[in-house]
C-alpha cells in the first residue's frame, strides 16, 4: 500500500495564505497522479486541484487563480499553495494518488478553517 501524511492545515484568517503538502511513502512505485479533495461538513467530497506526472493541471472552478498544485516527484510530495482564502474554503483537506490498475488511495486529511 502507499501511505499519504497531510501536513500545513491551520487556522487563517479571510485572505491569508497556507500551503499543504502531502508526502507518499510505501508502494510508491506507480503512482501516477496525485492531486487534492475537500469536505466540508455537510458537503460531498469535491475535487481541488490535481496533477499528473508531467505536470498538467486542473482545478475547481472555485480555487481557479488562488490555488496551485505542484509535486515533487523525487520526494513523492504534492502540494497546495492556498492564497486570498475564503470561508467557504474551510474544509477537511485530503490527498490522494493515483496508481496503475490501482484505486486511489487517500490521506486523513488535514483541518482548513477560514474564519470570517
Known amino acids: 500500500q502507499v501511505q499519504l501524511v497531510e501536513s500545513g492545515g491551520g487556522l487563517v484568517q479571510t485572505g491569508g495564505s497556507l500551503r499543504l503538502s502531502c508526502a507518499a511513502s510505501?508502494?510508491?512505485?506507480?503512482?501516477?497522479?496525485m492531486g487534492w479533495s475537500r469536505q466540508a461538513p455537510g458537503k460531498q467530497r469535491d475535487l481541488v486541484a490535481h496533477i499528473t506526472t508531467s505536470g498538467s493541471t486542473n482545478y475547481a472552478d472555485s480555487v481557479k487563480g488562488r490555488f496551485t498544485i505542484s509535486r515533487d516527484n523525487a520526494k513523492n510530495t504534492v502540494y497546495l499553495q492556498m492564497n486570498s482564502l475564503k470561508p467557504e474554503d474551510t474544509a477537511v483537506y485530503y490527498c490522494?494518488?493515483?496508481?496503475?490498475?490501482?484505486?486511489?488511495?487517500w490521506g486523513q486529511g488535514t483541518q482548513v478553517t477560514v474564519s470570517s
Open positions: 490522494y494518488v493515483d496508481r496503475i490498475f490501482l484505486r486511489r488511495s
Open positions: 510505501g508502494s510508491i512505485a506507480s503512482i501516477n497522479a
